[in-house]
């Protein structure tokens, strides 16, 4: 039989913790990084790859017949069991030291996200979360903001790679910033979706993020009271992940919709 949520969260977090004490070791300073003669991507590239073998590999250890579908890597295997993984969300932070970035790791039965970790490294914060079971930190179980109006809101936002994609984003930010308390754009989609759960911030929307990033930080934001999904209806989506507390979650979908923000310039 299968391990419980609560089972498959403990297996990814201490997971997600290893690969985590890896990348803030192997992590080179800052100029370093900057200043060496292949692009400064590259170094990042090498340690995204280095952390998602490191994961695959813990994954097939423990857990031989699993699926696993990783930013790097691409999807491998099959079966009801199949986990996604972020070896590091914010790279643009990891490459600057900004201390704003995550590995994720989340894993689904039949489809279904059951557990969900996000290990905001530099921060030293790991957030678990099981279908049912809650989203904690430190212990303490996470509960989102309630009750907060748009107008009083705080609300996280990223944006995409391309420059088309930005311009609409920008376009869709003339609108909401004027609307809201203000808005972040801290870098790292999956830790966006886990200071929701935690009430750092009110409500979180964006265009364009990959499944990985936000598969583990989406059940982390639900099981602390949140909801997410896209606009009219639809279910979350790379076209847009739309999350905060019901109430806000309807007043920010009401304000994004006829922006039409899934359309790229
Ligand atoms: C990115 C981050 C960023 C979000 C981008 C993502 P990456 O992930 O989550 O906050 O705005 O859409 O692509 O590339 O650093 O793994």
Redesign the pocket.
């Known amino acids: 039989s299968l391990p419980t949520p609560e089972e498959f969260a403990a297996l990814a977090e201490e997971i997600a913790r290893e690969a985590g004490a890896m990348l803030l070791e192997k992590r080179p300073a800052r100029p370093q990084v900057l200043l060496t003669k292949s692009s400064p991507t590259d170094v990042v590239t090498a340690l995204d790859r280095a952390a998602e073998e490191l994961i695959r590999d813990r994954i097939k250890a423990a857990r031989p017949g699993d699926a696993i579908l990783g ?1 790097e890597g691409g999807a491998t295997g099959e079966g009801a069991v199949r986990w996604v993984v ?1 070896p ?7 490459l600057y030291g900004l201390p704003e ?1 995550s590995v994720s790791i989340a894993v689904e039965v039949e489809g279904r996200i059951v557990a969900g970790v996000v290990n905001v490294v530099p921060r030293g914060e790991v957030f678990t979360a099981s279908l049912g079971g809650g989203a904690w930190l430190a212990g303490e179980r996470l509960r989102c903001n309630t009750g907060v109006p748009l107008s009083q809101a705080l609300i996280g ?5 391309q420059a088309g994609r930005r311009k609409v984003q920008a376009e869709v930010l003339t609108h909401v910033l004027p609307a809201v308390r203000d808005v972040r ?6 830790s ?1 979706l886990c200071s929701v759960a935690a009430g750092r911030l009110d409500g979180y929307y ?1 265009r ?3 499944y ?2 936000y598969a583990a930080g989406g059940l982390v934001a639900t099981e602390a009271g949140a909801r997410i999904g896209g606009l009219h209806g639809r279910p979350y989506s790379p076209e847009m992940t739309l999350c905060a507390a019901p109430g806000l979650f309807e007043e920010l979908h009401d304000l994004l919709a006829p922006l039409n923000p899934e359309r790229d310039a």
Do not use: M
């Not at 590091?88 to 990891?94: H, M, Y």
């Not at 936002?157 to 790679?161: L, N, S």
């Not at 754009?185 to 999956?190: I, Y």
């Open positions: 930013e972020d590091i969300d914010g790279t643009v932070n990891f970035w936002t990223g944006f995409g790679y754009r801290a870098g790292s989609a999956a966006d964006e364009g993020p990959n990985w990033d």
